[in-house]
């Protein structure tokens, strides 16, 4: 079974500075794929980065970029210059090779952006 | 990136009743799927709606309280039926394409 385990409920960031959130999976497929969304009040999810398992190097999309540590199964997420809009909820989640559209969820972390 | 509409993007809804909720994408996509966001809760998947034969459903998800159709390539149906007030929360179709997995705006479900 896969699983995927954020451990920080919350989190705080002073604006313009750099914030980690945290990702464990745990999976038994070869080939898998790790993305991180944000949700913000409103609802809506918004894809953010993505990173296949087999892929040499990490994922970077602007501000975004992924810390994929294969052999410690971790896929952090890192927002460079934190900006007021990047306060929101933001989920990881992976997808294994047999339904590459089903996606398991992580419980999410809050992030707020100080000011 | 791919163009989800979701109708309706809210509504209140009483005990007992039935909603659908649509979703059009601007293009074809061979599978689309259904998720569940409870309030305070992560995603959960419900099904995988595929065009000409019957949805797939993940476990706790059955078709009697959640039918679903796919006429065609760009549109799906999503039915919460004899709605109780656990059922209060965002659904949202997603589509997968180019290895990404897109979701539309949510439907905001409040059952009273």
């Known amino acids: 079974a896969q699983k995927i385990t954020q451990t920080q409920p919350g989190m705080f960031v002073q604006e313009k500075e750099a914030v980690t959130l945290d990702c464990t999976y745990d999976?038994?497929?070869?080939?898998?794929?790790l993305f991180w969304y944000k949700q913000p009040s409103s609802g809506e999810m918004i894809f953010l980065i993505y990173?296949?398992?087999?892929?040499?190097q990490n994922a970077t999309e602007g501000r975004y970029s992924l810390n994929f540590q294969k052999a410690r199964k971790s896929a952090n997420l890192v927002i460079s210059a934190s900006q007021l809009g990047d306060s929101a909820m933001y989920f990881c989640a992976m997808h294994g090779s047999s339904n590459t559209g089903k996606l398991i969820f992580g419980q999410g972390t809050t992030l707020q952006v100080k000011p | 990136s791919a163009v989800i509409s979701q109708k309706p993007s809210r509504d209140i809804c009483q005990r007992g009743t039935s909603l659908t909720i649509q979703c059009q994408v601007d293009?074809?996509?061979?599978?689309m799927f259904w998720y569940r966001q409870q309030p305070g809760q992560s995603l959960t998947l419900i099904a995988t709606?595929?065009?000409?034969?019957?949805?797939?459903?993940e476990s706790g998800f059955v078709i009697d309280k959640f039918p679903i159709s796919r006429p065609n390539l760009t549109f799906s149906t999503l039915t919460v039926s004899n709605m109780s007030p656990e059922d209060s929360s965002i659904y949202l179709c997603?589509?997968?394409?180019?290895?990404?997995?897109?979701f539309g705006e949510g439907s905001r479900l409040t059952v009273l």
């Open positions: 709606a595929n065009q000409g034969s019957e949805a797939t459903y």
């Open positions: 999976t038994s497929d070869p080939s898998y794929g």
């Open positions: 990173q296949g398992s087999y892929d040499q």
């Open positions: 997603s589509v997968h394409r180019a290895g990404e997995l897109f």
């Open positions: 293009s074809q996509v061979t599978m």
